[in-house]
């Protein structure tokens, strides 16, 4: 295997996805950003804003230009959350549910296209993997606060 670190193959690849994806969003006048924002508002019920940005990862600010800018475009709407008023739900316009499939069917074309060219076993030691590093993270087990290292 080369010398590379783990680090540097995320960062790689997950740029190189980010890019393919951004490509082909330009195709549909749109970008990878809105596309994930659309997969991950629920097609039905709408989200609460204040949820999105820790579903998706992104903070409140980067979430805000995209919801404004997806508005703008007629793919969302605003409305009142009526379990808590001071709430809002973002909801799919029928132009947003439109742009939610084509964003879906690129997401599935490219997990075709993967799963086409790897083995179940090379998918589930993907995922293995994948699933270890987010435990290492999320349990603090890699970087832990100074004072917590220091007392130990």
Known sequence: MKDI??????????????????????????????????????????TPSTA??????????????????????GLIRRRPNPEDGRGVLIHLTDFGLEKRMDSK?????FNEAVRQET???????FFAVIGKINQLISEKKIYRKEKESTTK
Do not use: C, H
Not at 24 to 39: I, N, P, Q
Not at 52 to 73: D, F
């Open 5 to 46: 670190t783990i680090d540097y193959a995320l960062r790689a690849t997950w740029q190189a996805v980010a890019r393919m994806y951004n490509e082909e969003a330009k195709r549909f006048d749109s970008t990878m950003a809105v596309g994930f924002t659309l997969l991950s508002i629920d097609p039905k019920t709408g």
């Open 52 to 73: 999105l940005g820790p579903k998706m990862g992104m903070e409140a600010t980067s979430l805000s230009r995209i919801l404004k800018a997806m508005e703008e475009k």
């Open 105 to 109: 069917d690129v997401v599935l074309r």
């Open 119 to 125: 083995t179940e076993e090379e998918l589930e030691g």
